[in-house]
């Protein structure tokens, strides 16, 4: 399997801010990423398809970036329905996984 | 807007089926350019993939699972089905149905999540 490590596994943040979320393949992957939000009890939604192309109705302060092993998923100014959890999932391989999750809490 | 829908018994017995049915609205579960899928989240923990289905009945399922996994589709109800055999406490979790884009393989829109516990 090709394993997803996202980083930080947390950070804290206040509204307006700019935060950066990664995630790196063990192997490379193209663009075959995609992220997802997970806000506390609710189900996953997509954010980002195919490492960088937003879905209709994901806002524009959302972007991600990169190609073979490393991505990036930028929030420019953090809102409050933004503290979530944030996920990395790949489909290069037939047996898709996640990465671990990042959280992003309110300081 | 599509709608997807989970629905089973919020509990199973150890070595015994976890039956799970999600129902889906708004397209039609026959559509060539969509897979349908299953995942899970343990308590406090992160995402696994279980597998997915195609309308023609083709699968995929995650190796971790193969061995005591069925998924199976209802073209006639717009339903498709999870069934994990012999299943213990670690199988306790949140399970999720997804729609599969059948191109680049994300999942959008997901169900609302079946809680399920395993335990005697």
């Known amino acids: 399997d090709i394993q997803m490590t996202q980083s930080p596994s947390s950070l804290s943040a206040s509204v307006g801010d700019r935060v950066n979320i990664s995630c790196r393949a063990s192997?490379?992957?193209?663009?075959?990423l995609n992220w997802y939000r997970q806000r506390a009890g609710k189900a996953p939604e997509l954010l980002i398809y195919a490492a960088s192309s937003l879905p209709s109705g994901v806002p524009s302060r959302v972007s991600g970036s990169g190609s073979g092993t490393d991505f990036s998923l930028t929030i420019s100014s953090l809102q409050p329905e933004d503290f979530a959890t944030y996920f990395c999932q790949q489909s290069f391989s037939s047996s898709l996984t996640f990465g671990g999750g990042t959280k992003v809490e309110i300081k | 807007q599509v709608h997807l829908q989970e629905s089973g018994p919020g509990l199973a017995k150890p070595s015994e089926t976890l039956s799970l049915i999600c129902s889906v609205s708004g397209d039609s579960i026959s559509s060539d350019s969509d897979y349908w899928s299953w995942i899970r989240q343990p308590p406090g923990k992160g995402l696994e993939w279980i597998g997915y289905?195609?309308?023609?009945?083709?699968?995929n399922y995650n190796p971790s699972f193969k061995s005591r996994l069925t998924i199976s589709v209802d073209t006639s109800k717009n339903q498709f089905s999870l069934k994990l055999r012999s299943v213990t406490a670690a199988d306790t979790a949140v399970y999720y149905c997804a729609r599969v884009d059948a191109a680049i393989f994300w999942f959008d829109p997901w169900g609302q999540g079946s809680r399920v516990t395993v335990s005697s």
């Open positions: 192997q490379s992957i193209s663009n075959y």
């Open positions: 289905i195609h309308h023609s009945g083709s699968t």
